[in-house]
Every structure is written in structure tokens, then in C-alpha cells.
């Protein structure tokens, strides 16, 4: 892929998070989360399964309650506002979205978790944030992100010796697929058209990324047929309101409908999705003991 600066990438991805709430409450869950969900068996719904999904993350993350979490790329606000909510954790999200903030910043009062939750806005690569943390979270943020390894040492460096990385993303299945379809037409509609910048590289490329930033991977799990599940059913709540899609976004049906459709299409075949959870077991080369 060209080669893109990191304020470059933050700005192309922006104008895809810069869309209203309204659109996204059309065909996401109730909380707004824009993520694989987990889908227990054939009756669970979209609802429950981005619960289940929020429940399965703070497992992995061996949250007990009341720790300092961070989530980069926090969209709309779902696993920040779970967290407070559910165990009680000091959740602060990272979002380069004005729209997805103050959405944030009204659910938070509305739950009663507003002193819980903090909020930073612009690109995880030109804020502060205050360490360190006992968790930090990316679900589906770091594709956005061309300088990958420099934030996962960011992130190595604000989490506390012991804390816990939770990274899930969506990859080409192997460097020969990468390299095959990264390119093609409709590759692209979704990572430039869609998100302005994304780069779905191999699993082998994050895993790299995160052993090279000093953490120790604890689990990978793959979650393709659940992502799979997901967004046929974001697909099909788009189908049956496409009245209202066009309303709040006009023009916005057509291309929408074919980003989930190219998304889906290259699941098990082309691409993959994995969540990967690792610990910082040892400090930093640029960490004091």
C-alpha cells in the first residue's frame, strides 16, 4: 500500500466517523457498537450478541472491576460506556470524531457514569494521555493506523507491568492474499471510499507488531464467522430502512450496502478477523524499571 503519514490517514479516516449518529443507529445494535459481535447460537440477535461481545472483551482483559482503562479508536462510545457501567472501570476513549464525542458525552450523563468516563479527541498519535492504565483496548482501530508499531509502543509504555492489550482486526488471510487483492477495485470502495485509509495487513504483521513493542500474547481467537454473522444482519437493518439511510445521509445507501456486501464476500476466503489479547510482562526499552 502508498505509503501515508499518520495526520494524513487520521484525516482521510475522520470524514467516515464525522457521519451522523443517526445513521449508524440505523443499522448498528442499540449501543452503537461498530464491531464483530458474538453470537452464541442461531437465536441471539445483534443486541445481544455486541453484549456478549463487550462481556467477552473484559474476560480477555481480566477486568474484576474499578481498573483504568483506555480505548483507542472508541467510536461511538459502546465499550467505554459498557465498562463503566457493567465494572465500574475509569474509562477514558480516544475518538478523532467531534460528533462521536459529544454523542459519548450525552450517553455518559444519561447513565450516570459521566465521572467515570473521560474523553480525548483528535488522533491517538498527537494526543496525551496520562498513564498508565491497567487495560487498553483497539477494537478494529489500528487498520486506520500506518504507524502501527510506533502506537503499540505507545500503548506498551501507558499500560502498567502486568496490564492487558486487547486488539481485534480484521486482516488479508496471508501476505500472498495482501498482496494479491489489496489493490483491486473492491478492496479499495471499502478502505478508501468507506474509511478514507485503512491497511489490513496479515495477522503475522500485527502479531510482529505487538511482540516487537515488548507484550506477550496470552490469546488469538478467530472471529470470522461472527463478524461474518454481523454484518449480514447491519445489512440487512440497512435494506429495510434504506428510506430512512438516504434521509439522513443522502447517497449514502448505495455505497453502504456495497462496502458490507464486499466485506462479507471475502470472509474465510481472502480476509479473516482475530482478536488477539497480550500482556506487558516486562517493562520497555525506554521505561525505567
Known amino acids: 500500500m502508498t505509503t501515508v503519514t499518520p495526520q494524513a490517514a487520521y484525516q482521510a479516516t475522520n470524514k467516515h466517523y464525522e457521519l451522523p449518529a443517526e ?3 440505523i443499522y448498528l445494535d442499540r449501543r452503537l457498537k461498530y464491531s464483530s459481535g458474538l453470537y452464541t447460537d442461531q437465536n441471539t440477535d445483534l443486541d445481544q450478541a455486541q453484549t456478549d461481545k463487550l462481556h467477552f472483551v473484559a474476560r480477555q482483559l481480566g477486568l474484576t472491576g474499578g481498573e483504568r482503562l483506555l480505548d483507542i479508536g472508541c467510536g461511538w462510545g459502546s465499550l467505554i460506556l459498557f465498562m463503566a457501567q457493567e465494572y465500574g472501570c475509569h474509562a477514558t476513549g480516544v475518538t478523532p470524531s467531534r460528533p462521536q464525542l459529544e454523542y459519548i458525552r450525552a450517553q455518559a450523563e444519561a447513565a450516570g457514569v459521566a465521572d ?6 483528535g488522533s491517538f498519535s498527537d494526543i496525551e494521555v496520562a498513564g498508565p492504565y491497567d487495560a487498553i ?4 482501530s489500528i487498520v486506520h493506523m500506518p504507524n502501527r508499531t510506533a502506537v503499540l509502543g505507545t500503548v506498551h509504555e501507558l499500560l502498567r507491568r502486568g496490564g492487558s ?5 480484521s486482516c488479508f488471510r496471508n501476505r500472498a492474499a495482501y498482496e494479491e487483492f489489496s489493490r483491486r477495485p473492491g478492496t479499495k470502495h471499502v478502505t478508501e471510499d468507506i474509511f478514507g485509509f485503512a491497511d489490513m495487513v496479515p495477522l503475522s504483521t500485527l502479531v510482529e507488531a505487538v511482540e516487537s513493542a515488548g507484550f506477550s500474547l496470552t490469546a488469538l ?3 470470522t464467522a461472527h463478524y461474518h454473522r454481523t454484518i449480514e444482519d447491519w445489512e440487512q437493518r440497512v435494506h429495510a430502512a434504506r ?4 434521509r ?3 447517497g449514502m445507501s448505495e455505497p453502504l450496502i456495497r462496502y458490507l456486501r464486499t466485506a462479507n464476500a471475502g470472509w474465510g476466503y481472502t480476509t479473516k478477523h482475530y482478536a488477539l489479547s497480550a500482556r506487558k ?3 520497555g526499552p525506554t521505561e525505567a524499571p
Do not use: I, K
Not at 428510506?243 to 438516504?246: N, T
Open 243 to 246: 428510506d430512512r439511510v438516504e
Open 116 to 121: 467515570l468516563v473521560t474523553l480525548e479527541h
Open 137 to 140: 483496548t483497539m477494537l478494529g
Open 23 to 25: 445513521l449508524f443507529a
Open 165 to 169: 492489550l486487547y486488539l481485534s482486526e
Open 221 to 223: 481467537s478467530d472471529l
Open 248 to 250: 439522513t445521509a443522502p
Open 281 to 283: 510482562s516486562r517493562m
